[in-house]
């Protein structure tokens, strides 16, 4: 067989095609085009990039990238970097515990960090068991595993329009795309329609509709395609996030937690996207009055660093040792970051002010609404927000929306699509007020040279 030869310039140039067509690189700087060539060439191509970033540093909610162009980060990593980049106290931590050691095989051997990690978790979420690992899929994953081991049932339930991973388990659960889904097999899992009052995929209008998408699972899916007797969870986002940031009507939790409850069926909040003071409160759920037995945490948990958790309280989580483990979990430099990062929102009063920053920003976005008839639609809680765009007669316009990203990007703002045709704002949750106002300003920019 021959050897591959060397890449050559062609090559790369060739793998740089989407974005000629779509003139991007011809604003981003010569070491920015030669690392995006390197990329294409050597890495997978399943990553999908919307526009060409290269990162070298970053502060608080400013990107700076390798040819030191500056942007405002509205994304944060996808809801990753909550205490910002290059947080003080998160470094600090990160150094301390680097003098000491990165890593000791936490579910082998015993180490503080990962113990006073927990506590803080138990103190802010008020579940008493932790089980760590290194990604939201993971926690999902660990999650099914705990609900079929305690239940000793098989089937699950999500809905329509869920994320909860890429791995196989909880790829079961994903009902996104298409794409993240076919030729893979699944555990058997019921999908169920989600609270989307936006695009009622029942054609019902709210509040008369009675939430009848949460009551389909006992008047449906019980009923015709898995008994409660076959279904050990329930899986559910308090606020959907891949699936376009859709925020559903109060009632929609306290249903779905009744029928649960009624149905000797575990709650799972998959808190992956929406937790860590990302909505206000710790966990998104709270803001529906509504508590899981079962939550998963990732992403600004490990504030940059890979971390996962998954939560319950002990009477659920009483598996006996070597039933589920794994190498990396509970890693020193992860829960010693992690930690800090808690801490520093916990002391910044960070509920709070992301309630008022989120409000504000919805109410900015709202107004643009109002001059660009393309924004369909604004929804979010705290500084998870969502904004849907349109054609004139309502339907989805991915096209559109992708164009405002590209524009965005021109005006150097980082933003990332969701849904059919949403594009999210998930700041890190330190942006100021001033930048806010700067970002959106720039925004209300790309949306004319869009020609919205």
Not at 3 to 11: L, N, V
Not at 63 to 71: A, K, L, S
Not at 265 to 281: M, N, S
Not at 382 to 394: A, H, S, T
Request: net charge negative; proline share 6%.
């Amino acid at each position: 067989m021959e050897k591959p030869g060397k890449s050559t310039a062609q090559d790369e140039a060739q793998d740089l095609d989407f974005h000629e067509e779509i003139e991007l690189l011809d604003i981003v700087g010569p070491k920015a085009r030669e690392i995006i060539g390197q990329d294409c060439n050597i890495m997978s191509a399943c990553a999908a990039r919307p526009y060409p970033l290269v990162v070298d540093s970053a502060k608080g909610s400013i990107i700076r990238d390798v040819d030191g162009r500056e942007y405002i980060d509205l994304v944060a990593g996808i809801a990753v970097m909550n205490a910002g980049y290059s947080n003080p106290e998160v470094k600090a931590a990160i150094s301390a515990q680097l003098e000491k050691m990165t890593h000791c095989g936490y579910g082998d051997f015993f180490a503080e960090p990962p113990v006073k990690l927990a506590k803080k978790l138990e103190e802010l979420s008020g579940y008493s068991k932790v089980f760590y690992c290194n990604s939201g899929t993971e926690a999902v994953e660990a999650a099914v595993k705990l609900a079929f081991w305690k239940t000793r049932r098989q089937g699950l339930i999500s809905f329509y329009n869920a994320f909860h991973g890429r791995t196989l388990g909880s790829l079961s659960l994903t009902c996104s795309k298409i794409r993240q889904k076919e030729h893979f097999p699944a555990i058997r899992t019921a999908h169920s329609h989600y609270a989307y009052c936006y695009r009622c995929p029942l054609r019902l209008e709210y509040p008369s509709c009675g939430i009848e998408c949460a009551k389909e699972l006992e008047n449906l899916i019980f009923r015709r395609e898995l008994s409660p007797e076959d279904t050990a969870a329930v899986f559910v986002e308090p606020i959907q996030g891949e699936g376009g940031y859709i925020v559903p009507p109060p009632e929609f939790h306290k249903e779905v937690r009744r029928i649960c409850t009624d149905n000797d069926v575990l709650l799972v909040a998959d808190e992956v996207q929406a937790g860590c003071f990302r909505t206000g409160p710790f966990l998104a759920l709270e803001n529906f009055g509504v508590r899981a037995e079962i939550s998963c945490l990732a992403k600004a948990l490990g504030a940059g660093l890979p971390a996962g958790a998954m939560l319950a309280d002990r009477e659920l989580m009483d598996w006996p040792p070597g039933v589920h483990s794994n190498t990396f979990g509970g890693n020193l430099l992860a829960s010693a970051a992690s930690l800090a990062s808690l801490e520093f929102l916990e002391k910044e009063n960070t509920e709070t002010r992301v309630k008022e920053l989120g409000s504000y920003m919805r109410q900015r976005l709202g107004e643009l609404q109002g001059n660009f008839p393309c924004i369909g639609d604004v929804r979010g809680l705290g500084l998870m927000i969502g904004v849907e765009i349109v054609k004139p007669d309502k339907s989805i316009d991915p096209a559109q929306r992708d164009k405002i990203l590209r524009e965005a990007f021109k005006e150097r703002i980082l933003l990332l699509p969701c849904g059919d045709s949403v594009i999210r704002f998930s700041p890190p949750l330190v942006i100021t007020s001033e930048e806010i106002d700067l970002a959106l300003e720039k925004f209300e920019t790309a949306m004319k040279k869009a020609g919205t």
